[in-house]
């Protein structure tokens, strides 16, 4: 591993700090990753982080910013890129031949967000997460040598499960933004009025279109779930921190009835027990067992 980020130090230690300073609802490396992975994720994490920073917070041209974005992703693959994040990702890219396309697909989803407010249809929702989350869940099983068709479905499912459970948790952050993350078809069909959500008013019909895309999340979840005992053991106990992490916002959802305003939060406590429940063996724990 010396040997691969030898002279490239301070920008690996840069993509580190990046994932460090950013806040999330539970660490994106953990000690469940080898060791000589973590430089690896965390430059792979600060790609992402950029990615998004510059499609939500850049108070620039947007469109632009993205463009030269992609740029520097270009030169990783046929040149010298020449900023820190790019020069560590480089050296990921090229030991780990990770697949250019996936990180195409995240530049193509933050694109979408300058032109696209809201989805019509969970399709047309699922699409975006195709390009948002998915590419993340195989980029990582790239990086532990898996690239077959199986383990990345099983990826797409947990990923997509992990965006939708975020989407929700944030509704009360993206509206404002002019974002809304809820198929428009599902408001019609629990009657949900666009002001009340915009107003931040929470009724019994927001309670029920909020229990019905929690049960949707969660099935995403669900068959996903095998992907853990289909990798590495390590990375199997990762996986199901980010799981058990993404159902943990549900449940302080349904905690509140569903309620998303003001913006739900995973307490300390409940983020101790889920590491403790990573100790313990599935088959142990309702509703768990395969």
């Known amino acids: 591993m010396q040997a ?13 700090d990046v994932t460090a300073q950013h806040y999330e609802n539970f660490s994106v490396i953990s000690w469940f990753i080898p060791k000589d992975l973590r430089p690896h994720f965390c430059a792979l994490y600060a790609y992402c982080r950029g990615v998004d920073d510059l499609g939500d917070e850049w108070t620039g041209n947007r469109l632009e910013a993205l463009d030269q974005w992609e740029q520097q992703l270009d030169l990783c693959y046929n040149g010298r890129p020449t900023h820190p994040i790019f020069r560590a990702l480089q050296i990921s890219i090229q030991t780990y031949h990770l697949e250019k396309r996936d990180f195409l697909a995240l530049i193509e989803a933050n694109r979408m967000d300058q032109s696209i407010s809201s989805y019509e249809t969970f399709s047309d929702l ?25 383990r990345q479905k099983l990826s797409d499912d947990i990923c997509t499960a992990l965006q939708l459970a975020n989407f929700l948790q944030d509704l009360s952050v993206d509206i404002p933004r002019g974002r809304l993350y809820i198929p428009l078809e599902d408001l019609r069909q629990f009657d949900v009025d666009l002001t009340d959500l915009q107003a931040g008013r929470f009724n019994r ?46 449940e302080a959802l349904r905690r509140r009835g569903g309620n998303p305003f003001p913006r739900p939060t995973v307490s300390a406590l409940a983020k101790a027990m889920l590491i403790v429940k990573l100790f313990i063996s599935p088959r142990h724990i309702g509703g768990e067992s395969h």
């Open 205 to 250: 019909q927001i309670s029920c279109l909020m229990d019905f895309e929690i049960q949707r999340t969660e099935q995403f979840f669900r068959s996903g779930q095998p992907l853990e005992h289909m990798v590495p053991t390590r990375l199997g106990k990762q996986l199901r921190l980010y799981r058990l992490g993404g159902q943990a916002i549900l």
């Open 126 to 150: 699922a699409a975006y997460c195709a390009c948002s989350a998915n590419p993340v869940g195989r980029l990582v099983l790239q990086l532990f040598g898996y690239r077959d068709d199986r």
């Open 4 to 16: 691969l980020t030898a002279g490239l130090e301070k920008e690996f230690a840069y993509c580190a």
